[in-house]
């Protein structure tokens, strides 16, 4: 490594080895505080060396939740949290700057015990992450084990479900785990706590709690004031949690003046430790007034969130709820430098890049190397239409660059009045090979915002990512913590049942309907009917279990402090979970594109050249090809998506279009339609085994197409031009919620102002061809196989794989070699 | 029916073959011999055969199938060591009935050069036009040489841009003037080769004298067409800053014409094409060069007042 000190930056620059160019410009605040990350992401499906359970949370939470057994059960919740809230140990970084931590100790990771039995039991057995001494941990674990699991939410949910549908959810061809708002999605919504600091919400309640008291109490009696002595309960436990975060905050600012006060000999960072002192104890009581302080507040917020439920997601907008208090300190007062603000910005990453949980092993297999698909969303358009972008996105972009997490990763909201100058940035973040931002296509998923779930434009225009993909605004009626993350289903499944009448070969039993014996087909359009009943029973059977997981959770699993952060809840006094008439779902579509590819072969290869009878295919496939190796050949020439044919192509668009319209016969607790949503995250890889062979060629165990509407690895042969053509016959505001395209690119292409005039004429057709995504690998095949020689050399080299990017050392081999498998889609060689 | 030409390869999304992102058609057949060509397989006139040994499993399918016993039998693979004395096919037996190829399942014997139509080439190149409006891109014909083909190429010229797609004749200027100067009307610009200025050199590495090639290049300026220049680097024949200077004195003195020099460095990726075609290449094992090998030849150019890009 005494080579690469020796070297200038201009050099490393020139090498394109960004994480060692990061690593010599930021700052020695920045430098230190990324080093100092205990990541908390998996590698394949275990936890980093030295990363251990906290068992504070889940002692402190079950305590007070023991002792309040009276009470309700979303009272008990406050008052659980609170106790966490008000006991669990807090610290200071050395050069931090922003405060709240999920655990109590840097490298832990908290355990939720009341979430899943399964997630209990995953722990019990995991030696590596029981911290010491191990014996006695163990054993107060199995004690919390055996206290939480019959009255875990799992638990619950699982008695609505009958067992023979708990075997499908298990599977995890329909639904990847259990219906369980914990585990859901969550927007905040800023504006609201912003406006008001939690001290102003809880003035709110204040009002709602006299006016519900006055009714019940006071008031001639009226049934209709009936539900308000639940109500009552409602208000009265977002209260007490709200009071508990407001607490934990001013701990950090106590902590931070003693140390300041009796232990800090370096005067500058004594001054800093009161500042942050201050800000602590400002917000988020109180509406904060500058940078410092509105990051802090949406940090903080974040966390206590977490120490509520495992929320699956991330989603936010940073730039344009902290972009006014950017512009105010730096451009206009001038009480903060930009190179200060750029710290600020960093660390705010690096601190939600610490955050993790104790999480399900099937989990960690699928997000492999990070804890959540946490995406946030940048740029876009203000609520009047103008361009949103501003200083705190090139700041963000700024940052991300020089901190290299893999999480959170940005999504850019490009629209065609984008200003130039952000652009140049974003540009740049892929050009160094960051694998983010992703591109989102803004009108074409403002439209789609209001065309599937009813938002006016002025709030469609407010839309962030919900979790890798999906828009959905955070305004009062727009935040919900709605979708679930268990909304999935394997697609490629419902080809293989279409052509074994429903039988599963890999779990050899029956599972969806019978269509009929399909080697007596003798025309395309049997085999395609057979395959839309197959996919709608699968939709179908998704929908009912996790409509009554969702509709159930107020009941069965109220979140007060979520609750208590959005304005519409605080009004009507209903949990988070409580249906509004907004729509917020969708279907992920794991391995679809199979499915016209699949469609397409039989279709040329058996009906339409009639080389192959439909007997001959369904033989092969249940040898899962094996001894018809050369018939398979045939099947994996026949034309496939991504070259721009239209044979195949309009197979692929009959299938969005057919399960489009089934969406709108599905809906949701709000009687919103389920739209579907193509994508993949790690899924590809895991869910290798789970699919049989198919007639696109694939075999058992193939690793599946890694996009929501990429062509499989290496089956695009007219390069990516051509990609986009196919991908654009998609219609990408009626046929899906979103669907996500995966496109890499060699860095040497893009070098210089040529390499971004390219760039730049490349996105702006993208655009115009109405597609509503697309993201960047920027990184070519010599730099990742040497990665995967020496992965020690390159601990920071970040890839972008399916809706996320990750660190390409921590992803399995398989995974890997996907990667490098995919058409490096060279320009001109 | 419009006339057939052999092309090996319609490549969108090209961005170094001239302005913006274009689609860059390649056809197959080229009176010159160039000793380092990079596109070996546009050379003959007629369809060839690819044989990839990686892909190859040794089924001997193929063997079975070639009725002039061109095809060697199969042989045992060594791991994934390539036998360097094995090729499939004997050469001198094939006819290039393409039999083989169809027997392969594992894409490991492949045919170079479909016949494609006027029609059917634009009505792919086509396909990416809005790509070539917002890049100021559009098509580039290549080889090959498409002056060999003077009334194909001078049809699809003109029917593309009648489709309003902006062209680039990618040409080694070694044809006859009346053929060069009937493309003017339908070429945005040439992208015109100028391999050395030694004609004895020229003729003993690429097998044709460079008079002519001279002489269109003198004409091209003075009739004012726009001209990029492409110049391949090779080690070892041009590459010699005293040759680029008389390069350099040549170019500027033909004037405005000559809007753009791209330095070519010379690569050898292309060895395995080579080897797929069962041929020797001398340039095997030279080192491809790096842009900032030749960046003094760019300056020497530049001095010269002629804009230059390495690698166009």
Known sequence: ?829 | MSQQVLITNIQRYSINDGPGIRTTVFVKGCRLNCAWCHNPECIHFYPEIYWKPSLCRQCGMCFDSCARGAIQPPIALRGDEEDEHYYKIDLTRCDHCMKCVEACFYGALVRVGEPKTVEEILDEVERDMPFYINSGGGMTLTGGEPTAFPEFTRELLRGAKERGIHNCLDTSGFCEWEILDSMRPYTDIFLYDIKCLSGKQHLLRTGVNNSPILANLRRLAEVGADVIVRIPVIPGFNDSPEHMEQVARFLAGLGPSIIQVDLLPFHNWCQDKYRWLGREWEYRDVESLAASEIADLQDILEEQGLATTIGG
């Open chain 1, 1 to 829: 490594m005494a080579a690469v000190e020796t070297r200038t930056i201009e050099e490393i620059e020139k090498s394109g080895q960004w994480w060692w160019w990061a690593e010599h410009k930021r700052s020695k605040r920045l430098d230190y505080l990324r080093k100092a990350v205990w990541k908390k992401g998996a590698k394949g499906s275990g936890y980093q060396p030295g990363v251990k359970v906290d068992l504070e949370r889940a002692v402190l939470f079950t305590e007070a939740f023991k002792a309040n057994e009276h009470d309700s059960l979303r009272m008990r919740y406050a008052k659980a949290l609170a106790n966490v809230f008000d006991n669990i140990t807090i610290f200071i970084q050395d050069h931090a700057q922003i405060m709240g931590y999920l655990g109590s100790r840097p490298h832990t990771i908290v355990w939720h015990p009341e979430i899943l039995f399964l997630l209990n039991e995953d722990l019990y057995n995991d030696r590596t992450v029981i911290p010491e001494p191990v014996d006695e941990n163990l054993k107060l674990i199995r004690e919390l084990c055996d206290y939480w699991n019959p009255q875990t939410t799992g638990a619950k949910v699982f008695n609505l479900v009958p067992p023979e549908e708990i075997v499908k959810l298990l599977t995890g061809v329909i639904g990847w785990g259990l219906p369980i708002s914990r585990i859901g999605y969550a927007t905040k919504q800023w504006d609201y706590m912003f406006r008001l600091g939690l001290e102003g919400i809880i003035a709110e309640i204040d009002e709602r709690i006299k006016e519900a008291e006055d009714r019940i109490y006071n008031k001639v009696p009226d049934p209709e004031d009936l539900p308000y002595y639940e109500k009552l309960d409602v208000w009265k436990s977002m209260k007490v949690v709200l009071e508990a975060v407001i607490r934990w905050a001013r701990r950090y600012s106590r902590l931070a003046k003693i140390i300041a006060e009796n232990f800090e000999t370096d005067p500058k960072r004594k001054e800093e430790l009161l500042r942050i002192a201050e800000v602590c104890w400002k917000v988020p009581a109180k509406p904060p007034e500058h940078l410092h302080e509105s990051l802090q507040f949406d940090h903080f917020i974040q966390i206590a969130c977490r120490y509520e439920a495992c929320e699956g997601a991330w989603p936010a907008r940073p730039d344009y709820w902290h972009g006014p208090f950017y512009d105010k300190d730096v451009n206009q007062d001038k009480v903060l430098t930009h190179e200060e603000a750029l710290d600020l910005t960093g660390e705010f990453l690096i601190r939600c890049y610490e955050v993790g949980w104790f999480w399900l092993m099937l989990a960690r297999d699928t997000l492999q190397g990070i804890t959540g698909t946490w995406v946030w969303t940048i740029g876009g358009v203000n609520e009047d239409g103008t361009d949103a972008c501003n200083d705190m996105t090139d700041c963000l972009l700024e940052a991300a660059r020089l901190v290299r997490v893999a999480n959170p990763t940005f999504a850019f909201r490009y629209h065609p009045n984008v200003r130039m100058k952000t652009l140049r940035e974003v540009f740049e973040c892929i050009r160094q090979g960051l694998g983010y931002p992703s591109m989102r296509n803004d009108p074409i998923l403002i439209t789609n915002a209001m065309h599937w779930h009813k938002h006016p434009l002025r709030e469609a225009r407010r839309w962030v990512h919900q979790a890798c993909m999906s828009p959905c605004p955070d305004t009062k009626l727009g935040c919900q913590p709605f979708r679930m993350a268990n909304a999935t289903i394997i697609a490629a499944k419902a080809i293989e049942y279409a052509l074994f009448d429903g039988y599963d070969n890999v779990l050899q039993m029956q599972f969806g309907p019978h269509t009929g014996d399909a080697s007596k087909f003798e025309t395309f359009e049997e085999l395609y009917q057979a395959w839309y009943t197959q996919v709608k029973w699968m939709m179908d059977t998704l929908v009912k279990l996790t409509n009554g997981g969702r509709y159930m959770a107020q009941f069965l699993d109220p979140r007060p402090l979520l609750s208590g952060l959005y304005e519409r809840c605080v009004e009507l006094g209903v949990d988070s979970s409580h249906p509004s008439e907004r729509g917020n779902s969708w279907i992920t579509f794991f391995a679809w594109m199979e499915t016209g590819d699949s469609l397409a072969a039989v279709k040329k290869l058996v009906f339409d050249e009639k080389k192959y009878t439909m007997a001959q295919l369904i033989e092969a496939l249940r040898n899962n090809w094996e001894g018809y190796e050369e018939m398979r050949m045939d099947f994996v020439r026949a034309p496939k998506w991504g070259n721009d044919d239209d044979y195949v192509d309009q197979i692929h668009v009959r299938c969005h279009r057919d399960v489009a319209k089934h969406s709108w016969e599905i809906k949701d607790p709000t009687g919103n339609p389920w739209p579907p949503l193509p994508e993949n995250i790690a899924a590809y890889v895991t869910n290798a085994t789970k699919v049989w062979a198919l007639p696109n060629g694939r075999r058992l165990g193939d690793t599946l197409y890694d996009g929501g509407c990429s062509p499989g690895a290496g089956l695009d042969k007219k390069g990516p031009t051509a990609v986009l053509r196919s991908v654009a016959k998609i219609d990408h505001i009626g046929d899906v919620r979103a669907t996500l395209l995966n496109q890499r690119l060699s860095p040497q292409q893009l070098a210089g102002e040529k390499g971004f005039h390219i760039w730049h004429s490349y996105i702006k057709t993208w655009a115009e061809l109405g597609i509503d995504h697309v993201q960047f690998n920027m990184v070519d095949n010599e730099t990742l196989k040497a990665a995967q020689r020496e992965p020690e050399k390159y601990p920071e080299l970040i890839v972008r794989i399916a809706g996320y990017s990750a660190h390409f050392v921590d992803l399995n081999k398989k995974t890997q070699d996907t990667i490098i498998a995919r058409n490096v889609q060279e320009l001109g060689v």
